[in-house]
């Protein structure tokens, strides 16, 4: 059994670490937050990394990290790791999306309302001895117009609390379909601007993007109306600073609700800090109990299921799909993954090593997740070729890229089996298909290899033998195989016409040498023998077999 060694720091809930302990093939180092230089000389022994946002892990750190599949942020944001050198050095990195959603919107509305209701300044009046009723006169947030800027799933929960306080509420997002505005009762706003020019109240609950950095800029403050409030719960960066400042000083807006700052802490000197219109938080929205506690039980949960299955649902740095959808591509991604490592592996056979094209076909089944298939099948093209460079699907497409493989993939034609996946692999004017079959829930199977029909299991171990289609090649085949400790799973002989040319696909266990090969090619009739020992993750094989 192989055995995984897992870092933690930032003091992650207990419950999340817990996880990972309970796994016997886990051996889990947690530490306290340092310096990521200190972590230089023995980041390198890990398998997987679990932490929180305290601790930077920039390119240099993850280049020596050469052991290293899979990061843990326990929480939203990515900011303190470098996710394009994960990516390209092939780490996945999973956080936490929705373990801190309640937390954040009841936060946001927690703030909102003190700040309404002038709930510090009437603490510390009360705390100074005065009774200060007369000039703590509030508002009520009761049919006030909230605008919300992304409706994911903080910015659905800020709308639910938000009809509850008899609030209208309207939103934009343009990345989120027209139903699910219905659905949550929210108004569809077609641009930001128009948004803004009715919002009374705006919260952001976007990530931080090229797109939304600086997104509530001086022209976009301006539009609001004049006494509106601003709260920002998402990430830094999203509103201005500066503009913000300049809106409050100049009286257009009446105040601003923030607990993340472009850059943390905020500076004692900062002006918002001296603000009476401000109401500031230190970056509280998941500094709830349970919200510490989900997102750790979140991330640890999917980390586990990355280093033990390959399971990589909950990745930032790869296309995605959810657990239930990932769950039925398994199939398929195994499929996509053989199919291309057995047409490289022949056609470098027939003297065709340089691989220029890979088109993938796939059946209606699997649409939407066309992407993540072909990140599949560029795994397949590459591992066997690509020595000790870590391949997968997080930067397999970029690698093949790096080659000048094309990569494409298009639909199965109509009327083909809709769990069907192909591969066309083209190079030196040579092309192979091989296709198969991936029903979700049972095994995938591989239906052609080149111009013959066949019906064989794609394990790790293939080897692929053509022949003159006459008596006693398959004994003979049997025999080479038997005397090398070679142990055969399934033989599938196919022929395109009596006494012509045949190919026989046959399933091993166990990996096969190029000693093997030759011992086969040596066989009478037998005209080619290609061994493909592809790639797979142990228990991804063993679940098919």
């Known amino acids: 059994m192989a055995t995984f060694r897992i870092l933690v720091t930032d003091d992650v809930d207990p419950q999340g670490v817990e996880l990972l302990r309970a796994e016997p093939s886990f051996v889990v180092d947690e530490r306290p937050t340092r310096p990521w230089r200190e972590l230089l000389g023995e980041i ?4 997987a990394y679990v932490g929180r946002s305290a601790t930077q892990l920039p390119g240099e750190l993850l280049r020596e990290a050469r052991q290293l599949r899979v990061i843990g942020r326990a929480g939203v944001g990515t900011d303190n790791i470098d996710l394009a ?16 959603t309640i937390s954040v919107a009841e936060l946001f509305f927690g703030t909102l309302l003190s700040f309404v209701r002038h709930l510090p300044r009437a603490f510390n009046s009360m705390r100074a001895g005065r009774w200060d009723r007369g000039d703590l006169l509030g508002t009520e947030v009761c049919g006030r117009t909230l605008g919300i800027i992304g409706l994911g799933r903080i910015g659905g929960e800020v709308s639910a609390r938000a009809h509850a306080f008899g609030m209208r509420v309207i939103a934009y997002d343009p990345y989120v379909q027209r139903e699910r505005f219905e659905v949550l009762r929210v108004e569809r706003c077609d641009s930001l601007p128009s948004m803004l020019a009715r919002s009374q109240v705006v919260t952001v609950h976007t990530p931080l993007t090229d797109e939304t950095r600086g997104m509530l800029g001086r022209d976009a403050l301006a539009r609001l109306p004049k006494d509106a409030i601003v709260a920002n719960f998402a990430r830094g960066g999203i509103v201005d600073d500066v503009a913000l400042v300049e809106a409050l000083k100049g009286g257009h807006l009446h105040g601003a609700l923030l607990d993340v700052y472009a ?28 919200g510490q506690r989900n997102v750790a039980v979140d991330v640890c949960a999917d980390v586990r299921a990355a280093l033990l299955s390959g399971e990589l649902s909950g990745a930032v740095n790869i296309s995605g799909v959810d657990r239930a959808r990932w769950q039925e591509l ?22 065709s090593p340089a691989v220029e094209q890979l088109t993938l076909h796939v059946g209606r089944q699997f649409g939407g997740a066309e992407g993540l298939l072909a990140s599949a099948a560029a795994e397949g093209l590459l591992a066997a070729v690509m020595g000790d460079d870590r ?81 006693g090649v398959i004994g003979h085949v049997g025999t080479v195989l038997g005397d090398a400790g070679v142990n055969i799973a399934e033989y599938h002989q196919a022929r395109m016409t009596q006494g012509g040319e045949a190919l026989a696909a046959i399933s091993v266990d166990g990996h096969v040498g190029e000693n093997v090969r030759r011992a086969l090619l040596d066989v009478r009739d037998v005209r080619s023998a290609t061994v493909i020992n592809a790639t797979a993750n142990d228990a991804e094989e063993q679940s098919w077999t």
Do not use: W
């Open 330 to 351: 398994r199939g398929a991604l195994f499929l996509a993954r053989q199919t291309a490592a057995i047409g490289r592996a022949m056609l470098a056979d027939r003297g």
């Open 391 to 471: 391949i997968n699907l997080i930067n397999a497409r970029a690698r093949a890229s790096e080659r000048g493989i094309a990569i494409a993939t298009i639909p199965a034609l109509a009327g083909e089996d809709a769990n069907i996946v192909r591969a066309a692999i083209s190079g030196d004017e040579r092309q192979i298909t091989i296709g198969g079959v991936a029903v979700p829930g049972a095994a995938p199977r591989l239906t052609r290899i080149g111009e013959f029909k066949v019906d064989v299991a794609p394990r790790r171990t293939l080897i692929v033998l053509t022949n003159a289609d006459v008596p």
């Open 85 to 100: 050198a994960a990516t390209a050095l092939g780490i996945a990195v999973i956080n936490a999306p929705s373990g801190n």
């Open 44 to 47: 390198g022994q890990y398998d």
């Open 263 to 290: 850059k943390e802490p905020l500076a004692a000197d900062h002006p918002l800090r001296t603000m009476e219109n401000v109401l500031l938080t230190p970056h509280l929205g998941a500094s709830t109990a349970e």
